[in-house]
């Protein structure tokens, strides 16, 4: 049973940086197709930014050059991944719910219908 568990959220003042974790367990295989998505009040929730198997990455425009994608599969655990998004330079506008996902091997969408397992999201709240 594949799952997710994101960490690191909370409130920060415009301009700070924070890096959320999301550590995934249950594959059966090593290296899959994961993402960050958020979700603010009243809005659709988007794709943040996503990492393919081989390590290639894709971002929103609205966070380039601010937010960093990786991963971690360093561990002793078979098949247990930490997956990490670095944020910095932090607006108001990035205040959202913000959960991690994952999918197949490789990312053939960056839609939420694309991936089919997800976290229970962590809280990222920016002021002015």
């Known amino acids: 049973q594949v799952q997710l568990v994101e960490s690191g959220g909370g409130s920060v003042q415009a301009g700070g940086s924070l890096t959320l974790s999301c550590v995934v367990s249950g594959y059966t295989y090593s290296g899959f197709c994961a993402g960050w998505f958020r979700q603010a009040p009243g809005k659709e929730r988007e794709g943040v930014a996503h990492?393919?198997?081989?390590?290639?990455?894709?971002?929103?425009?609205?966070v380039k050059g601010r937010f960093t994608i990786s991963r971690d599969n360093t561990t002793k655990q078979m098949y247990l991944n930490t997956v990490y998004l670095q944020m910095s330079s932090l607006k108001p506008e990035d205040t959202a719910m913000y959960y991690c996902a994952t999918a197949g091997l490789w990312c053939v969408g960056y839609s939420p219908a694309d991936f089919k397992y997800w976290g229970q999201g962590t809280q990222v709240t920016v002021s002015s």
């Open positions: 990492i393919d198997r081989n390590g290639a990455t894709t971002y929103a425009d609205s």
